[in-house]
Every structure is written in C-alpha cells, then in structure tokens.
Nanobody
C-alpha cells in the first residue's frame, strides 16, 4: 500500500507561483504512471499533469500546458508540480496519484489510479 503525502499548497495572487511536492512511502519507479490531479468545488476531478514512473513522455492538460511542470526524483520517491502564472481558475485541491497499470481511460484520467494522497489546497486570488 503506497502512501502519498502532498505539501506546498497555499494562497497566492494571480500571476504567482507555487511548487507542490508529493512524497511516496516507498519506491514507485516500477509503477506505471504518476500524476497530479485537481478538483475545484462542484467540479469533477481533472488530471493536470502525468508521466510514466520510469520517466519519459510528459502529459499536460490544455489548461495548464506551458505554465505547469511535473518532475520526479525517483531517488527520493518524490513528485513535484511547479505552477507558474497561476490563474483564478487554478484554485482547487491538488492530489498526487500513482497507477500500477495503464489507466484504461488515459493517463490523465483519474479512473485507474490506485493510490492517492490527501490533497493540498491551492487558492489563487485576484
């Protein structure tokens, strides 16, 4: 059972930056993929960034492409999400997640991810 703990959320003005971190309780380099998701009040959880656990192609949602960067440090079992040029619509709870096998509905779809952190809140204000 992989445990994931996110940190780094907070309140920031529009245009600012935040760096989220996710620490896994064990080595996740042999899992299939790692990802960041977010969920705003009243909305469905959406994938914002994902990559294969062993490295390789990175995927971003259209809404964050060019502003967010996902990175991983497998030696430290850590996943990061650098968020720049934050917008009001980036507000939400951010979760990291790990999939053991290829998610059937795509690497950015929450279905198929086996382990989730508790989330860290990001609030962007004007």
């Amino acid at each position: 059972q992989v445990q994931l703990v996110e940190s780094g959320g907070g309140s920031v003005q529009a245009g600012g930056s935040l760096r989220l971190s996710c620490v896994a309780s064990e080595d996740i380099s042999s899992t299939y993929s790692v990802a960041w998701f977010r969920q705003a009040p009243g909305k469905e959880r959406e994938g914002v960034a994902a990559t294969y656990s062993a490295g390789g192609t990175i995927y971003y949602s259209d809404s964050v492409n060019g502003r967010f960067t996902i990175s991983q440090d497998n030696a430290k079992n850590t996943l990061h999400l650098q968020m720049n040029s934050l917008k009001l619509e980036d507000t939400g709870m951010y979760y990291c997640a790990v999939a053991l096998r290829a998610p059937r509905r795509g690497i950015l779809h929450p279905e198929g991810y086996n382990f989730w952190g508790q989330g860290t809140q990001v609030t962007v204000s004007s």
